[in-house]
């Protein structure tokens, strides 16, 4: 290879200049010539092997496995990879996972055997996913029995499972939560409307999943303790 090295060590590539700025000597000449070359010579020859792809079809290098000649990778493998991936700190129901390998074309086969290993030990557990998060959503969501059954089922967790689960919460339970949730939005529906007042809470319950009549009566103690006369309102729906 040619570098700027080998220029400074040979004295006979440099040239001596005359007083008119002319180059003397038969190492300028050399020097010349080599620049002068067309493409035939040395250095172009040089500069298009360092350029030229290193596959023999002339394409770009590829590292995937069938380029490399490498088998396919075991769709068991791949199943698990996914499932892993998707439970790292994120609880999922089998039916979640088994969409999620359906979506990445794994063969059912496969998918079912990752699966159900995963609920041997313990990976998949669609009971306590479900308690969890009737916990976590009716606590911090303000969530009614009706509501949560109805994430629960497009969580595709079986009816059975979504039956034991909400039904840890009782009656007096959702009236409670009820009741707090109506305080803590009063304040703001001060100024308008007795019916409106009404209207607007109650639909608020409801939009939670709690039952009609439960958020009437709700509604209405609500506003009696403010002083609001509820007496004539009806008992119609919102």
Same mark, same amino acid.
């Given at each position: 290879m040619y +570098? *700027?090295?080998?220029?400074e060590e040979d004295p006979s *590539?440099? +040239?001596v200049r005359d007083g008119g700025g002319a180059r003397h000597g038969d190492g300028g000449a050399r020097r010349a010539g080599g620049r002068s070359r067309g493409p035939g010579g040395g250095r172009g020859r040089r500069r298009r092997e360092r350029t030229? =792809?290193?596959t023999e079809d002339g394409g770009v290098p590829s590292s995937s496995r069938a380029e490399k000649g490498e088998p396919p &990778?075991? =769709?068991v493998e791949q199943a698990r990879a996914i499932c892993l991936r998707l439970l790292t700190g994120t609880p999922r129901t089998r039916s979640q996972l088994a969409d999620a390998l359906r979506k990445r074309e794994i063969p059912d086969e496969a998918a079912e055997e990752v699966l159900s290993r995963f609920e041997e030990v313990g990976l998949i557990n669609d009971s306590a996913f479900a308690d969890a998060w009737v916990d976590s959503r009716h606590h911090g969501r303000g969530l009614a029995r009706r509501a949560l059954a109805r994430e629960l089922r497009t969580k595709g967790v079986d009816a059975?499972?979504?039956d034991a689960a909400v039904s840890r919460l009782d009656s007096e339970q959702e009236e409670e939560t009820a009741r707090e949730l109506v305080a803590r939005k009063l304040r703001a529906t001060r100024g308008l409307d007795r019916d409106k007042r009404l209207? &607007?809470? *109650?639909g608020m319950l409801a939009r939670k999943g709690y039952p009609e009549g439960m958020a009437l009566r709700v509604v209405r103690q609500a506003l009696e303790e403010e002083g609001e006369d509820t007496e004539f309102l009806g008992d119609e729906g919102f």
């Open positions: +570098g *700027a090295d080998q220029y *590539a440099v +040239g030229e =792809p290193s &990778r075991d =769709p059975t499972l979504i209207r &607007r809470l *109650a």
